[in-house]
């Protein structure tokens, strides 16, 4: 039984090319940007005490996570910008909370993926 996943042994570009039609390499870096998003240490972390207390700031996440607040800034970025967090202003101060519709699609997804 073969364990190859590709028809072509890609000595071709022409085959190559043919094998990979219909994928798009841009939908691909954003799908594994989303998924080294969510598959950081740190980042689960904070998702994770995000979950547990509904609602925070970057001072209550950086000082429950002992972390500093520029390295609570960063990751907490990366997560609003593959729309795991959401940011709301609430005067001066922005609260983070789980999109949790969000996270449940990206897990359905990764599920779908590994079959």
Do not use: W
């Not at 390295?71 to 910008?81: D, F, K, P, T």
């Amino acid at each position: 039984m073969s364990s190859k996943i590709f028809k072509t042994d890609f000595s071709n570009v022409e085959e190559l090319n043919n094998e990979f039609r219909g994928y798009n390499p841009d939908e691909i870096r954003k799908a594994a940007y989303i998924l080294r998003a969510m598959n950081h240490k740190l980042r689960r972390k904070i998702l994770c005490f995000i979950d547990n207390n509904e609602k925070k700031n970057v001072t209550e996440i950086h000082k429950a996570m002992n972390i500093k607040q520029s390295v609570a800034s960063q990751h907490l970025a990366i997560l609003r910008r593959v729309k795991i967090v959401t940011a709301t202003r609430i005067g001066k101060e922005i609260i983070y909370s789980i999109n949790q519709e969000r996270v449940l699609q990206y897990a359905t997804s990764v599920k779908e993926m590994l079959g």
